[in-house]
């Protein structure tokens, strides 16, 4: 069964960084995009950044450009998400999940599948 954890969640102050850990299992790791998505109180899931498969390639929402960054450690099926400068409107519940990656534009919460339990993220002002 395909699973995804997400850990790495707490309270930092406004200016600060943390560092998100997606664990994945029962799945072959390179075969799929993860990305990792944010959702606030009463909104829907939005993109933050991927990882593309094999490749390594990434993309990133234009808020967190230059800021964060999305990383994997292959042999450990563990991607990353190093959230350096945080603001206080990046006070959200933060979830990855493993798709099919096939441009920015294209993005949608619908077609990825598994997704993790989320892990929360409170940036103080």
């Known amino acids: 069964e395909m699973q995804l954890v997400e850990s790495g969640g707490g309270l930092v102050q406004s200016g600060g960084s943390l560092r998100l850990s997606c664990a994945a299992s029962g799945f072959t790791f390179n075969d799929y995009a993860i990305c990792w998505f944010h959702q606030a109180p009463g909104k829907e899931r939005e993109g933050v950044a991927c990882?593309?498969?094999?490749?390594?390639?990434?993309a990133y929402a234009d808020s967190v450009k230059g800021r964060f960054t999305i990383s994997s450690d292959n042999t450990e099926n563990t991607v990353y998400l190093q959230m350096n400068s945080l603001r206080p409107e990046s006070t959200t519940v933060y979830f990855c999940?493993?798709?099919?990656?096939?441009?920015?534009?294209?993005?949608?919460?619908?077609?990825?599948?598994?997704w993790g339990q989320g892990t929360k993220v409170t940036v103080s002002s």
């Open positions: 999940a493993a798709g099919a990656y096939t441009g920015w534009e294209t993005l949608s919460v619908y077609e990825y599948d598994p």
């Open positions: 990882i593309s498969d094999s490749d390594g390639n990434t």
